[in-house]
Structures are given as structure tokens and as C-alpha cells.
């Protein structure tokens, strides 16, 4: 896999890849990511043709899956790993 290009944006790392043919794109926060496989479509095969794909629509919809992501790993390590109460903080006298 190799990387052909990147996608700007102030927010996202957005890479695209080539893997014998096929193309990919992956969206990346500090914690997270996304990827999709575009397949061996010609229309995907140039980053000029990935950029049509994300657009505002699909950046936004990119977004919200991060937040459930987030939200999702949070419940589950409160699951996981509950605080008890006064677990921070020492008694002081």
C-alpha cells in the first residue's frame, strides 16, 4: 500500500492510498480513524477524483462517527474501569 496523496483540512490528516489498484481513503483524528475502500473504480483511481467524494456532506457525516467513536469508548471504559467516589482526592484532616 502507498501512499498517492492528501486531502487539506484544518481538522482531519485525510491520506489516500493505492493498493494493488484499489484505492482508499482514511480519515484520522488524534484518536481515531476511518477508512474507506473505494475499490478499483477508475473514477478513484487520481486524489482529484477521491476529492469529489469528500465533500461537506461527507466530511460532516465523518465527523459525527468520530463523536460516537468517542462517546463509545468513553462509556465503555467507565464500564470497564468505574471511579468510586473519593478515588482522587485524599481525606484531609
Known amino acids: 500500500m502507498r501512499i498517492i496523496g492528501n486531502i487539506e483540512h484544518p481538522g482531519l490528516k485525510i491520506s489516500v492510498f ?7 481513503v482514511k480519515f ?9 475502500k473505494l475499490g478499483d473504480d477508475e473514477r478513484f483511481s487520481t486524489v482529484e477524483g477521491v476529492q469529489q467524494i469528500v465533500d461537506g456532506p ?4 465523518i465527523l459525527h462517527g468520530f463523536r460516537v467513536m468517542h462517546s463509545t469508548r468513553l462509556e465503555s471504559m467507565a464500564r470497564a474501569f468505574p471511579i468510586q467516589v473519593g478515588e482522587f ?3 484531609i484532616i
Request: charged share 35%.
Open 18 to 24: 493505492k493498493n494493488e489498484g484499489r484505492t482508499s
Open 28 to 36: 484520522e483524528t488524534s484518536l481515531y480513524e476511518q477508512t474507506f
Open 89 to 91: 482526592f485524599e481525606e
Open 58 to 61: 461527507m466530511i460532516e457525516q
